[in-house]
């Protein structure tokens, strides 16, 4: 593809489409990204799960780890890369092998890349070797990260010395939770090793408080001394409905006519199914225990609400005895009140337990886990595992410096400048395969996250999009943007189903979920007025003819009717007047369409015999009225096809207009040629057909432009003589006795 370069003084940019890109070939390239103002940037920001490139080199350039690319990001990972390196060669080479001779060594950070790259050629027995590759650095990577203690603070239970400790980091990771290690699994930091030494404590704590002395029967939380427990549960469960009922009795000791409006209403109970189980027992649940009285006392023999009536026959025998001292019949309100009291500090207790996960350890456990043996042991590991992470943070910083030599000048290329997408030969790493549909091979496809939010900005691209829902065999569902950007819409509509082949080569099933309908192709514009027309002459003569049915099933009816109402001879004669009338209105429709086909055989004959041309300039004529209109707003649209609206609506911040190019345009849709020398097989029929439409202008054309000329000439009158005189002209008086 040709491009158009303007050069300045210090960077070269090449004319893709009708926008302007910065060359970027070589690290001096790259430099000027730096220094070029982001307003010249194809694009701004970017989502990382759009972009097919190595997933850590993303992740290292998201600095703020916020799953998008940012300029200021990306310019800070060039400055990052041309600082450390003295020789820039290996930028320009897209190198996965580091020289460490490459290293500007007077930086603090190239000076750790270098100690740490020859740490791991060392480990691996190359000693005298001085080049590192990304699959070496990659090797002892994620061998050290699968070590236990890797990770600055970070102790896996596979780092204890015994079972007891490993056993003890396994607790406090099943209690309150664990910090991810590389390796995948969860670790221990030492903020959780406190957090569960903290709740550990305070939960013994707390049940210390509970206990009863040795030598003692009773505490102010155990009243009732190992019995309190029970007797608390026997309170706790019609607490509530005594106390509803002691204050319904105050309300009736004001007004007794509140009594009747306590409870269920009528208006409630209405529509209620009484036969239903369910519906009875939540009547009876939320119905007052017992009928309220204004003497403020609960009669333990009055007709008790079915649904307490255990529970309170609980409370009388295992609460309200013992804390009254002897059995009650009636409880008063002043002798709750004194139950309650009883309880306050062991309810007060039973509110303070300690709310975490460490107590299904168990009390044994837990009074074991405070020894200061295990929790001095996790400190240790934590402490060595912090040397190992200086250790990986160097490794990582040379697999990232490799990483950034690799792939930094590709990822500029599809974000500061898109050659790629201009170029057949290169895949850009935005594309996320190709669709094969319809016949035709649909090479652009953009990763859609949000299609709605995606359609609503892909409208204004002009361009025909197809929404296809991908499904892998082994993975998640994901769906792609896929434009059409020649050829025609063929069969594509909803629901097609095709395959997506990503750029790794490997197929899943896909089918179209929804469609943004724009024109595709100028020839398909072309026709497509003569399409509607023939649809619009369709649907009259089905309409025509659904009406003569209707008309002809009316007439038959009718005729029928009469038939059946009409007896002997009178149903003959009905029958022979149906049928004449029948015949009759077919002679005379058969007569007017004979009459309409002389008509235009007539105007047609004498047409062909003045002039044939003219028939075949009408028609070419009426064509051109057509198709040229059509044809002029269909290029415009056609020329104003814009890709960036495409990935704008995948969430990309695009500074240029990328038009959608002719070389374009043919290869992001692309029907595949036949094999050679197959046979049976039509290679030129569109393009024949186009042909000879033209000739057929070109002919009409001229021959109108003749004739037209030659009405003209034939308009000028012949010179008058003396032995001549115009047409209808009055002979003179001798002419008359002649």
Aim: with cysteine; hydrophobic share 40%; aromatic share 6%.
């Amino acid at each position: 593809m040709t491009s158009t370069e303007t050069r300045g003084t210090v960077a070269t940019f090449r004319r893709y489409g009708r926008s302007y890109h910065l060359k970027i070939d070589t690290a001096e390239d790259l430099e000027r990204v730096a220094e070029l103002d982001e307003a010249h940037w194809v694009a701004t920001n970017a989502p990382i799960s759009t972009i097919n490139c190595d997933a850590t080199f993303l992740k290292l350039l998201d600095t703020d780890a916020n799953g998008r690319i940012m300029c200021h990001e990306v310019s800070a990972g060039v400055r990052w890369l041309l600082g450390v390196l003295r020789d820039r060669t290996g930028i320009a080479e897209r190198s996965q092998t580091l020289r460490l001779d490459a290293l500007d060594t007077t930086g603090q950070e190239s000076a750790r890349i270098a100690g740490a790259a020859r740490k791991i050629l060392a480990s691996i027995g190359l000693h005298d070797t001085t080049e590192i590759t990304l699959d070496q650095v990659r090797k002892i990577k994620a061998k050290v990260e699968s070590t236990p203690v890797s990770e600055a603070g970070v102790v896996l239970p596979e780092a204890g010395k015994d079972d007891e400790i490993k056993q003890f980091i396994a607790d406090i990771i099943s209690t309150v939770g664990g910090t991810p290690h590389p390796s995948g699994a969860q670790g221990v930091s030492e903020a959780q090793l406190e957090q569960f030494l903290k709740k550990a404590a305070a939960y013994l704590e707390w049940h210390e408080r509970g206990q009863i002395p040795t030598g003692q029967d009773k505490t102010d939380i155990m009243p009732f001394g190992t019995e309190t427990p029970s007797a608390y549960a026997a309170l706790t469960s019609v607490r509530g409905k005594i106390d509803q009922y002691f204050a319904q009795c105050e309300a009736a000791a004001f007004d007794e006519s509140l009594v009747q409006r306590m409870g269920w209403t009528e208006t409630e109970l209405e529509g209620l199914d009484f036969d239903d189980p369910a519906v009875i027992e939540e009547v009876l649940r939320k119905a007052p225990l017992t009928r309220a009285r204004p003497s403020r006392e609960l009669s333990f023999d009055d007709q008790i609400n079915p649904c307490y009536a255990k529970s309170l026959d609980e409370f009388r025998g295992q609460v309200a005895g013992p804390v009254l001292g002897e059995p009650v019949a009636t409880l008063t309100a002043a002798q709750w009140r004194q139950v309650k009291a009883a309880f306050a500090a062991h309810k007060a207790w039973a509110e303070s337990e300690p709310q975490t996960d460490v107590e299904k350890l168990g009390l044994e456990k837990l009074r074991a886990c405070l020894d200061e043996r295990f929790a001095a042991t996790v400190r240790a590991l934590a402490a060595a595992s912090a040397e190992t992470a200086f250790v990986l943070d160097n490794i990582r910083l040379t697999e990232k410096l490799i990483l950034y030599q690799a792939e930094m000048i590709d990822f500029a290329n599809n974000f500061v400048s898109f050659p790629y997408l201009y170029n057949a030969a290169n895949r850009a790493m935005f594309e996320m395969g190709t669709l094969v549909m319809d016949g035709r091979r649909f090479n652009l496809a953009v990763r859609v996250e949000n299609r709605a939010q995606h359609d609503a900005v892909a409208k204004s691209s002009n361009i025909y999009v197809l929404y296809a829902e991908v499904a892998p065999a082994n993975g998640t569902k994901y769906e792609v943007a896929v434009p059409a950007t020649s050829g025609g819409k063929g069969n594509l509509c909803v629901g097609k189903r095709g395959v997506f082949r990503d750029i790794h080569g490997k197929e899943s099933d896909a089918v179209v979920v929804q469609i943004i309908d724009n024109p595709v192709a100028l020839r398909e514009a072309l026709v497509s007025p003569f399409i509607r027309l023939g649809r619009l002459v369709t649907g009259k003569i089905e309409s025509i003819t659904s009406s003569a049915e209707k008309e002809f099933d009316s007439q038959a009816s009718v005729a029928m009717d009469r038939v059946a109402s009409a007896p002997g001879t009178a149903q003959k004669q009905g029958i022979a007047a149906s049928g004449g009338m029948q015949l009759m209105g077919a002679g005379v429709a058969l007569a007017a369409v004979g009459s309409a086909v002389a008509y235009i055989a007539k105007t047609v004959g004498e047409t062909v015999e003045k002039n044939p041309w003219h028939i075949v300039a009408a028609v070419a004529g009426a064509a051109l009225l057509v198709m040229l209109p059509t044809c002029i707003v269909a290029y415009l649209k056609l020329r104003k096809r814009d890709l960036s609206a495409i990935l704008e609506g995948a969430g990309w911040g695009i500074n240029a207009r990328m038009r959608l190019t002719g070389a374009q345009g043919r290869f992001f849709t692309k029907r595949p040629r036949y094999p050679k020398g197959a046979r049976g097989v039509h290679y030129f029929l569109w393009r024949g057909l186009i042909v000879i439409a033209l000739l057929l202008a070109i002919c009409s054309g001229g021959y109108l432009l003749q004739d037209h000329l030659k009405g003209e000439r034939q308009e000028a009158p012949p010179p008058v003589t003396g032995e001549q005189k115009p047409p209808g002209a009055t002979p003179d008086q001798g002419e008359l006795k002649e």
